[in-house]
């Protein structure tokens, strides 16, 4: 079991389909975060959010828009994807800024295929 | 941004120790070493974080080297559960939230 929880586990949309992604933590973490992960490749990190402010875009396509509603939430929404964005994507949420002695905690994903 | 090199695949006997070894030649004095696991369609689990010193818990035994350069993860008895990818992360002090995973240890560990 996780303290992370992400909705749903599996998810198939078309490419002119709008759907979302939740994430959801009760640890009281301030840090959250969305990585992307292709088959046998190591998660890339996406975004993140501190204290429900985005501070990290690694230059991902605007067709992936996160929100952070509060500090237990966070949203990924998705539009327009293409079939290579077919992957897996983690949640993440960690202690509050300046911690670097605070692990992760994941989520066990949910598993995007687009058609 | 990946600051960490390690053996892409290990293969260890059932009941014996796993040392899954790690390179992080370009470790600042304030940053920590992570490791974590992941087992097949499933999220990465928290295995064991670092310093400097050496740290043990109930699920292995995280080695640093005196000079920080390296570390060794240590599974003392792995059993067939254990077969997953694992990752050493290096936590930078620039971006502490920019935890970047590297190539990751396929270990598997056979009967």
């Known amino acids: 079991d996780t303290e992370v929880t992400q909705t749903p586990k599996h998810l198939v949309m078309g490419m002119t389909n709008k759907k979302s992604l939740k994430c959801e933590q009760h640890?009281?973490?301030?840090?959250m975060y969305w990585y992307k992960q292709k088959a046998k490749k190591p998660p890339e990190l996406m975004f993140v959010?501190?204290?429900?402010?985005?501070?990290i875009n690694e230059s991902v396509p605007s067709r992936f828009s996160p929100e952070c509603p509060n500090s237990s939430l966070l949203n990924l929404h998705l539009h327009a994807l293409q079939p290579e964005d077919s992957a897996l994507y983690l949640c993440?949420?960690?202690?509050?800024?300046?911690?670097?002695?605070?692990?992760?905690?994941f989520g066990n994903g949910t598993r995007l295929t687009v058609t | 941004d990946a600051k960490t090199t390690q053996p892409p695949s290990m293969d260890c006997a059932e009941g014996r120790a796993a040392n899954l070894p790690c390179n992080h030649s370009?470790?600042?004095?304030?940053?920590?070493v992570y490791w974590y696991r992941q087992i097949h369609s499933q999220g990465p689990q928290y295995i064991i974080h670092?310093?400097?010193n050496n740290e043990t818990n109930e699920m292995a035994s995280l080695i640093i080297t005196e000079d920080r350069k390296s570390s060794t993860l240590i599974l003392p008895h792995a059993t067939l559960r254990d077969t997953a990818v694992y990752y050493c992360?290096?936590?930078?002090?620039?971006?502490?939230?920019?935890?970047?995973f590297g190539s990751g240890t396929k270990l598997n560990v056979k009967p």
């Open positions: 992360i290096v936590r930078v002090s620039y971006n502490f939230n920019k935890f970047y």
């Open positions: 640890m009281g973490h301030r840090a």
């Open positions: 370009t470790i600042s004095g304030n940053e920590y």
């Open positions: 959010y501190s204290y429900e402010k985005l501070s």
């Open positions: 993440a949420s960690s202690q509050e800024k300046g911690v670097l002695n605070s692990p992760l905690h």
């Open positions: 670092g310093l400097k």
